[in-house]
T-cell receptor, first 115, second 111 residues
């Protein structure tokens, strides 16, 4: 999974603050996926983006969460007014295509702790 | 999209033994993928098996697929301490191209 860069790796926020998580996909990849992993659970899909477009946001909470993947720069997952329940590991993945069966490559995750 | 259900939830073995973990799913698939996650790390893609394949090998990994039973198994032969990780399956069906994951199997290999 080398190549998908996420930062920060660890982030601490107080309740009510904003959290911004960044993801730079692998070189040549234009498809980005965000997942959230709560303690002792599997990864839950949140959103799938291509450059400048949100393709599938069926896993995104309706409020406070947003994602973008601009023409230039990394993809951003933004969480406004964080609450304790937002504490989790957030993983970004990227792929070259959206073909069925194509391999997606994961980053090392960003661990958000809300205090 | 559907997620697979891995079984057992936890598996503890000695180095050198084989480890077998299973995945069940509900609806017909195009392919099924297995991933590994080391503690505190991202997922790593291990192997993909297509619906028209019954078995696939990659190094010490052997994956089988039984579409009639809607199940797959991942066998790690001659396990090593470094195989300690969580293993997840991701069945992909219909037009779905986004892997979704269950709770996984937590494998501990004791040296």
């Amino acid at each position: 999974n080398a190549g998908v860069m996420q930062n920060p790796r660890h982030l601490v926020r107080r309740r009510g603050q904003e959290a911004r998580l960044r993801c730079s996909p692998m070189k040549g990849h234009s498809h980005v996926y965000w997942y959230r992993q709560l303690p002792e659970e599997g990864l839950k899909f949140m959103v799938y983006l291509q450059k400048e477009n949100i393709i599938d946001e069926s896993g995104m909470p309706k409020e406070r969460f947003s994602a973008e993947f601009p023409k230039e720069g990394p993809s951003i997952l933004r969480i406004q007014q964080v609450v304790r329940g937002d504490s989790a590991a957030y993983f970004c993945a990227s792929s070259q295509t959206r073909d069925i069966g194509n391999t997606i490559y994961f980053g090392e995750g960003s661990w958000l702790t809300v205090v | 999209s559907q997620q697979g259900e891995e079984d057992p939830q936890a598996l503890s073995i000695q180095e050198g033994e084989n480890a077998t973990m299973n995945c069940s799913y509900k609806t017909s698939i195009n392919n099924l993928q297995w991933y590994r996650q080391n503690s505190g790390r991202g997922l790593v893609h291990l192997i993909l098996i297509r619906s028209n394949e019954r078995e696939k090998h990659s190094g010490r990994l052997r994956v089988t697929l039984d579409t009639s039973k809607k199940s797959s198994s991942l066998l790690i032969t001659a396990s090593r301490a470094a195989d300690t990780a969580s293993y997840f399956c991701a069945p992909l069906s219909g037009g779905s191209y986004i892997p979704t994951f269950g709770r996984g199997t937590s494998l501990i290999v004791h040296p």
